[in-house]
């Protein structure tokens, strides 16, 4: 089952929608949330969204990796990562179910 993909432009249009700013204040608030986010795990801090999730860095170390196609190990450089662990609450909402917010 193939699902639409939300944009910026989609999030930003919701957010014009439905708390009546203009479209470029509403792009604009989107933007600022999503840069926030990024320059915060860039810097290696986590960002906890009550009731949606976590999102986290990590770093991982090198490794020993295969080239699938010729077997060859080559090595694999450190990195680090962003994981996103999602809340009790986005995983019941995902599921269908009710989740009681007053923990």
Request: glycine content about 8%.
């Amino acid at each position: 089952m193939a699902g639409k993909n939300v944009t910026r432009a989609d999030l930003s249009e919701a957010v014009y929608q439905k708390v009546g700013l203009s479209r470029a204040e509403a792009a604009e608030l989107v933007e600022q949330v999503i840069r926030e986010i990024r320059d915060c795990l860039a810097v290696g801090e986590s960002v906890k969204l009550s009731s949606f999730g976590l999102f986290d860095v990590r770093d991982k170390g090198m490794r020993m990796g295969r080239n699938p196609r010729t077997g060859v190990e080559v090595p694999v450089e450190p990195r680090r990562v962003v994981t996103f662990r999602p809340s009790d609450v986005l995983k019941a909402h995902v599921n269908g179910k009710a989740v009681d917010t007053d923990k």
